[in-house]
């Protein structure tokens, strides 16, 4: 089943809790995390997901743009995120694997992040163990950029991957979907797809929800 997850740095934060039961009909909840240093943005803490999890019960995905990540798993799980997502690029790989190991002592869902430079491949040794690998398709920092269309490959091979060592992982894609990309995203293997602008810049939320369920 696809599922769809309303990217929040598309919505009004004056609002958010509005615009959060705006696309209730979602299956989940993206939330971008970004610290100025990982990418050039600065987005959302800890406090404001708290927040978040007070006015809504669903499914929060955090992904989480930030340098040097496991030292801010614990505090993100107990704001009440229910998966999170750590890019590869942003620490060593063996603390890479210590933030995913905090993460499954913390109780969330574990998820790693490809920014568009990275290879597939990249994810092998963790694949095992996570729920979800989640392919970039843009530059990770700021929303409503232009869908990259050689990021399609990527899906293909970490899909390809997915269902050698771990079938049960999902394939999140994230960066430029709307009702003209998601169509060929799903083809090439995504399960579950974050949209920002393409949601929150339609009249109808739930409608637009529903198109790109539809793919």
Known sequence: ?????????????????????????????????????????????????????????????????????????????????????????????????????????????????????????AVLPYLEELDMVLVMTVEPGFGGQAFMEGQLDTIRQVRALIDRYNPACRLEVDGGISPKTAGAVIAAGADTLVAGSAVYGAAEPAAAIAALREG
């Open 1 to 121: 089943m696809i599922k769809i997850a309303p990217s929040i740095l598309s919505a009004d934060f004056v609002n958010l809790e509005r615009d959060i039961k705006r696309v209730s009909t979602a299956d989940w909840l993206h939330v971008d995390v970004m610290d100025g240093c990982f990418v050039p943005n600065i987005t959302i803490g800890v406090p404001v997901v708290q927040s978040i999890r007070k006015c809504t019960d669903m499914f929060l995905d955090v992904h989480l743009m930030i340098d040097k990540p496991v030292r801010y798993v614990e505090a993100f799980a107990k704001a009440g995120a229910d998966l999170l997502s750590i890019h590869l690029e942003a620490d060593h790989p063996t603390r890479i694997a210590e933030a995913l190991k905090l993460m499954g002592e913390c109780g969330v869902q574990k998820a790693v992040a490809l920014r568009p430079i990275t290879a597939a491949s």
